[in-house]
């Protein structure tokens, strides 16, 4: 089964307007951290976001936020008055296991290919 | 502050050559991870590097591939015999301490775009 599932291969949003992109996740850990990655046609994977499983609020980072429903394991982003320079590839990423004890690595998901239209 | 440098950027290999990817940690760092990005994919995670030491290389192909982090100097993620299915680009990230702490997240390096021709 697929840990990490992003089922919108791609998206096209109107500028100024918000965005919702959808992650959900499979783990049976108790303990485990969410990410979110943007990757611009340059290449670079540009942080965006975390989500700790233990975290009672939303995560927020600026026009970021991360709309965290544990039972229904998942994990959207939302992108608040979207403007050009956020077309790009997204990904959504898991860390399963408590942190610092040897489950560093991530697991991604396929990506979400998000195009502004101005 | 410099984050993490990968380098070459990009890198042409004939089939059968040796592709040698570098990437120096954010300073301060001693833990790095090697992912692939084949084309159209997500990040997968190939090894996972302390100084002088492997922790979890559960992602390296059994054969070709290696990685090391000396005490001095870049890791190296080393493939030899390159066949075209190697095209990828390859991510390198560092963090300060086992990925241990909540706001110190996998930043990335810009990667090496390999090509086996």
């Known amino acids: 089964a697929q840990k990490i599932t992003q089922t919108q291969p791609g998206m096209f949003v109107q500028e100024k307007e918000a965005v919702t992109l959808d992650c959900t996740y499979d783990t049976s850990d108790q303990s485990y951290g969410l990410f979110w990655y943007k990757q611009p046609s340059s290449g670079e994977m540009i942080f965006l976001i975390y989500q700790g499983s233990y975290d009672e609020q939303n995560a927020t980072e600026g026009r970021y936020s991360l709309n965290f429903q544990k039972a229904r394991k998942s994990a959207n982003l939302v992108i608040s008055a979207s403007q050009l320079g956020d077309s790009a590839m997204y990904f959504c990423?898991?860390?399963?296991?408590?942190?610092?004890?040897?489950?560093?690595?991530?697991?991604f998901g396929t990506g979400t290919r998000l195009t502004i239209i101005p | 502050n410099a984050g993490v440098m990968q380098n070459p950027r990009h890198l042409v290999r004939r089939r059968g050559q040796e592709a040698r990817l570098r990437c120096s940690p954010v300073?301060?760092?001693?833990?790095v991870y090697w992912y692939r990005q084949l084309p159209e994919e997500g990040l997968k995670f190939m090894v996972y590097l302390q100084k002088e030491n492997i922790i979890d290389e559960s992602g390296m192909p059994k054969e070709r591939f290696s990685a090391e982090f000396p005490k001095e100097g870049p890791s190296i993620l080393r493939i030899q015999q390159v066949v075209r299915g190697d095209s990828a680009a390859y991510f390198c990230?560092?963090?300060?301490?086992?990925?241990?702490?909540?706001?110190?997240?996998?930043?990335f390096g810009n990667g090496t775009r390999l090509t086996v021709t």
């Open positions: 990423a898991m860390r399963e296991g408590p942190l610092g004890f040897g489950n560093e690595k991530l697991t």
């Open positions: 990230a560092s963090s300060p301490r086992g990925f241990g702490q909540i706001n110190s997240p996998l930043h």
């Open positions: 300073k301060g760092h001693s833990h």
